[in-house]
């Protein structure tokens, strides 16, 4: 019973340690600020050292908190893992499954799978974070990470479950107010909606090289996919927007991709599942399944966009 105590003290250290706050932990476990701080308490006296610095105004760890939050983090996920895989050789889809994902893609394609998992699958609790955040699926306990672009080399496992690439698109009634541009040029003379911020291949600033863009008027400025989306379904602009997330529209009628002859099309590099577990458990396989039964084969949003006709204004 000793050791079961020390690491339910161990997880409550840990959630302690990330949100800087008893009553933050408190609220999330249903507990009383009091009960967590005990525990904590308890777990200093077990190891006869002070883990955080504590103040009125802040909570902070110590060096040897610093020490123990590196190990207990990989503690815990190679218990979770341990349980899981164990629960997994009965094929039982059970307990608590936590997904991180991107928030503009989890509204189009998660959330909307997730009645008929929950059907399957009844004692399935499903955790989901929605984040731009690139997470860690060891470090922050996810069993299921989505990603959406070209994802760096490491240990984690992957698995491509549709195509990812950048489109530019206009609503109808824009095109009939402002034009069709054909050129870099003249996209220079449109309202643009862009990424705020944006620091990579995801903005109009990087199309290009982005000279032309130097003079250009920029009506909209968001860090949400789903708000730049609505605003181009308006007619506010000409938007730079996530084929997932546009192609629906686009097969439609309700957006129209452009294409310009100067400009070099964006490439396909993918939506991914990511786990840290070499091996998926039952948990894993049905959301996985559920998600790739949402999503299709080829995707729906590909599948929409070659409905249409094509691009409009790739020649003169």
Same mark, same amino acid.
């Given at each position: 019973? *000793?050791?079961? *105590? ?26 009383? #600020? ?39 983090? *990989?503690? &815990? ?21 936590? !997904? ?77 107010? =402002? ?7 003249? &996209? #220079? ?7 705020? =911020?944006?620091?990579?291949? %995801? ?55 452009? #294409? &310009? %002859? ?29 998600? %790739? ?14 409905? !249409? ?6 020649? #003169?």
């Amino acid at each position: 019973m *000793k050791a079961v *105590k020390f690491a339910e003290n161990l997880s409550i250290f840990v959630d302690v340690a990330r949100a800087q706050s008893f009553s933050e932990v408190a609220r999330r476990r249903g507990m009383v #600020a009091s009960s967590v701080a005990r525990q904590i308490g308890a777990l200093e006296s077990e190891l006869q050292v002070p883990l955080f610095l504590r103040s009125t105004r802040a909570l902070a760890l110590t060096e040897a908190g610093e020490v123990l939050y590196e190990r207990a983090v *990989k503690i &815990l996920h190679d218990m979770t893992e341990a349980r899981s895989e164990v629960i997994s050789l009965e094929q039982s889809v059970q307990g608590q499954l936590r !997904v991180s994902c991107l928030p503009a893609f989890a509204r189009r394609y998660v959330v909307p799978m997730l009645p008929r998992l929950g059907l399957r699958h009844p004692q399935l609790r499903v955790e989901l974070e929605l984040t731009e955040r690139v997470v860690d699926p060891v470090v922050e306990r996810m069993d299921v990470v989505v990603r959406v672009g070209q994802q760096p080399d490491s240990s984690l496992i992957g698995q491509r479950i549709g195509s990812h690439r950048y489109l530019i698109c206009a609503a109808p009634s824009y095109l009939e107010r =402002h034009g069709v541009p054909r050129t870099l040029a003249d &996209l #220079a003379r449109h309202r643009l909606i862009d990424r705020r =911020h944006s620091t990579s291949v %995801r903005g109009w600033r990087e199309v290009g090289g982005g000279l032309w863009a130097q003079d250009a008027r920029f009506v909209l400025e968001c860090d949400d996919c789903d708000a730049r989306r609505q605003a181009a379904l308006e007619g506010l602009g000409i938007a730079l927007m996530p084929n997932w997330s546009a192609g629906p529209d686009i097969g439609a009628g309700r957006l129209v991709q452009l #294409a &310009l %002859r100067d400009a070099v099309p964006a490439p396909d590099s993918g939506i991914y599942l990511l786990r840290a577990m070499p091996r998926a458990n039952a948990r894993i396989r049905a959301f996985t399944e559920a998600l %790739r039964q949402q999503v299709g084969s080829p995707s729906v949003w590909d599948v929409a966009i070659d409905s !249409v006709a094509g691009p409009v204004a790739r020649s #003169a």
